[in-house]
T-cell receptor, first 114, second 112 residues
């Protein structure tokens, strides 16, 4: 299947700092990318849909000012967690849609906020 | 109506046996149904997917059965192996929105 990468794979930061996570589709162009959050032993929770060249669409209850998403090119979307707090600690996973149907997921980024 | 209900929550199967995971949905606008496999600390990997105009799809040891009238679909893993031990998620997509709605997941353990 197609390859989606994420960087970094894990990050530890202090409370109040911002963290940027990159998601790249390596072998196809993705006009649409998605950002998910996953807590231990739980399902994936969609945070936002990222469309290249336009503003992201956030799911209900997700703070758009806290989770900044940029989809500047057909192969790159970024998620910035601003003013991170311990409750933001989680596993963040991106996916990229390879039209018409398939979504390929990245390997995930483990964020720990101290 | 946007939910996808998945069962069982956990499943133990002996090596060589058949693992069966079931999902049900309500929204008839769903038009694409993938299954993902996730190992601890990794992102989900696409296993197999089906569209509602097909009743069954097989890829290797993995088969999706789809019942449109009952709004149910299931994953069958034949000849289950210890390496299949993982969490499996069913999902459904509403074409107009592209986003996937995930089931709660099934933790499969295949014992040797």
């Amino acid at each position: 299947g197609a390859v989606v990468s994420q960087h970094p794979s894990w990050v530890i930061c202090k409370s109040g700092t911002s963290v940027k996570i990159e998601c790249r589709s390596l072998d196809f162009q993705a006009t649409t990318m998605f950002w998910y959050r996953q807590f231990p032993k739980q399902s994936l929770m969609l945070m936002a849909t990222s469309n290249e060249g336009s503003k992201a669409t956030y799911e209900q209850g997700v703070e758009k000012d806290k989770f900044l998403i940029n989809h500047a090119s057909l192969t790159l979307s970024t998620l910035t967690v601003t003013s991170a707090h311990p409750e933001d600690s989680s596993f963040y996973i991106c996916s990229a849609r390879n039209p018409p149907d398939t979504q390929y997921f990245g390997p995930g980024t483990r964020l720990t906020v101290l | 109506q946007q939910q996808v209900k998945q069962s069982p929550q956990s499943l133990i199967v002996q090596k060589g046996g058949i693992s069966i995971i079931n999902c049900a949905y309500e929204n008839t606008a769903f038009d694409y149904f993938p299954w993902y496999q996730q190992f601890p600390g990794k992102g989900p990997a696409l296993l197999i997917a089906i569209r509602p105009d097909v009743s069954e799809k097989k890829e290797g040891r993995f088969t999706i059965s789809f019942n449109k009238s009952a709004k149910q679909f299931s994953l069958h893993i034949m000849d289950s192996q210890p390496g299949d031990s993982a969490t499996y998620f069913c999902a459904a997509r509403s074409g107009g929105y592209n986003k996937l709605i995930f089931g709660a997941g099934t933790r499969l353990a295949v014992h040797p």
